[in-house]
């Protein structure tokens, strides 16, 4: 029993010196002291910084550090982990919310209830322009244009210069009124901190091979059946269009559009560039669908080739592009991206066009009903 008496004790007075010992250590800390500021790679550890971007890891390197127990960069708390601070370093990553206040200083609080400040810029991002929801909408529709850094007040200015209405904002998400005059071209986002160019083209006109417009009255295959100008379910944002509206069964053979390189739907494939035959990897293929019910399920494939007309048949079922479809737009025209790379099936480049061929043949039944529009290959820097 006296054992066990003694052994609390020694347990309690180890405790409590532990205490004091730590209360010790706060009370005789040497003074923080800030070096310098650098970036968090080992092999760049001589690159010092007296600024960063939101979100950038960064190493804060100095003496007597280790009691940190706040980090703030201008207005803005950066999230401290015990494990990466340090009593000569504390790595942390720079908030990406935007200030309010910006007085340009880094401020580290400390357990004693001391504080350091050091100055230290906090770079604020221009927006980030990614892509379009449909890079083809009407005059008075909304767009809907995905990226980063959209920090109010914004401008959206459209080719033409016609600036859009903005309707509604999130950091990664901006509504803007198509207006009157918006051009085929790039779309320019603007805020206090920078504007932004996009690679991608509002209505897109640029390397169509699939408009669905031109005349098709010599060396068609499929085609005009489906096309029209005008639907009752699926509004036109783009002249015409081909609409299809099919339940079809496993392996259909839906033949939707097609000729041989010699006839009006191989000339219109002329407009694919040179570019895209040497340097496949700089392209994507693009395209507006709008579908009514789920897609998902169906394959559409497509051919592109240097096959005349008395060779058409084999070339597109031997060698094809083969979109395995996860897609339902819930009415609303998308622009679908694929890389060029992957479609691309090695033909020659021929100025005077190329066989062309869409059709739907897969192992799954699928509803088909949707419209498809401009089908192109465009540069994608």
């Known amino acids: 029993m006296k054992k066990n008496i003694y052994r609390l004790f020694a347990v309690i007075a180890f405790v409590v010196a532990g205490i004091l010992i730590s209360c010790s250590d706060d009370s005789e800390i040497g003074t923080p002291v800030i070096k310098y500021i650098r970036i968090t790679e080992p092999l760049s550890s001589d690159s010092l910084l007296v600024a960063a971007g939101q979100g950038q890891m960064v190493a804060i390197i100095g003496e007597n550090l280790g009691t940190a127990i706040e980090l703030w960069f201008?207005?803005?708390?950066?999230?401290?982990?015990?494990?990466?601070?340090?009593?000569?370093?504390?790595?942390?990553r720079v908030p990406a919310e935007i200030p309010l206040v910006v007085n340009d200083e880094l401020m580290l609080?400390?357990?004693?209830?001391?504080t350091l400040t050091y100055n230290f810029n906090v770079d604020i991002s221009a927006p980030s322009v990614l892509r379009m929801k449909s890079e083809y909408v009407e005059e008075g529709g909304v767009a809907t244009i995905f990226g980063?850094?959209?920090?109010?007040?914004?401008?959206?200015?459209?080719?033409?210069?016609?600036?859009?209405?903005?309707?509604?904002?999130?950091?990664?998400?901006?509504?803007?009124?198509?207006?009157?005059g918006a051009g085929s071209g790039p779309v320019t986002v603007a805020s206090n901190f920078g504007s932004t160019e996009s690679t991608f083209w509002f209505r897109d006109d640029r390397n169509v091979f699939a408009s669905f417009d031109v005349p098709l009255?010599?060396?068609?295959?499929?085609?005009?059946?489906?096309?029209?100008?005008?639907?009752?379910?699926?509004?036109?944002?783009?002249?015409?269009?081909?609409?299809?509206?099919?339940?079809?069964?496993?392996?259909?053979?839906?033949?939707?559009?097609?000729?041989?390189?010699e006839g009006d739907i191989g000339a219109e494939a002329s407009n694919i560039p040179q570019g895209a035959i040497s340097n496949p990897a700089g392209y994507d293929l693009k395209?507006?669908?709008?579908?009514?019910?789920?897609?998902?399920?169906a394959t559409m494939r497509l051919h592109i080739g240097n096959a005349m007309n008395d060779g058409l048949d084999a070339a597109r079922q031997s060698s094809y592009y083969a979109w395995e479809v996860n897609l339902d737009t819930g009415g609303e025209w998308q622009t679908v991206t694929i890389p060029w790379a992957s479609v691309y099936q090695g033909f020659d480049?021929?100025?005077?066009?190329?066989?062309?061929?869409?059709?739907?043949?897969?192992?799954?039944?699928?509803v088909h009903n949707f419209g498809l529009d401009n089908l192109r290959v465009v540069p994608n820097n």
């Open 217 to 261: 009255a010599n060396g068609v295959w499929r085609g005009p059946d489906n096309i029209v100008e005008t639907d009752p379910d699926i509004n036109n944002v783009s002249g015409k269009f081909t609409r299809v509206n099919e339940n079809l069964g496993a392996w259909p053979f839906y033949e939707l559009y097609g000729g041989p390189m």
């Open 287 to 297: 395209f507006e669908i709008n579908t009514l019910a789920s897609l998902t399920g």
């Open 148 to 180: 980063n850094f959209f920090y109010e007040p914004l401008q959206v200015t459209f080719s033409g210069g016609v600036e859009g209405e903005i309707v509604s904002v999130t950091d990664n998400t901006l509504e803007v009124t198509v207006p009157a």
């Open 109 to 114: 609080k400390f357990r004693n209830g001391e």
């Open 349 to 366: 480049y021929d100025a005077t066009g190329y066989s062309v061929f869409i059709y739907f043949h897969g192992p799954n039944p699928a």
């Open 74 to 92: 201008n207005d803005q708390r950066a999230e401290l982990n015990t494990t990466f601070i340090y009593d000569k370093s504390i790595i942390a």
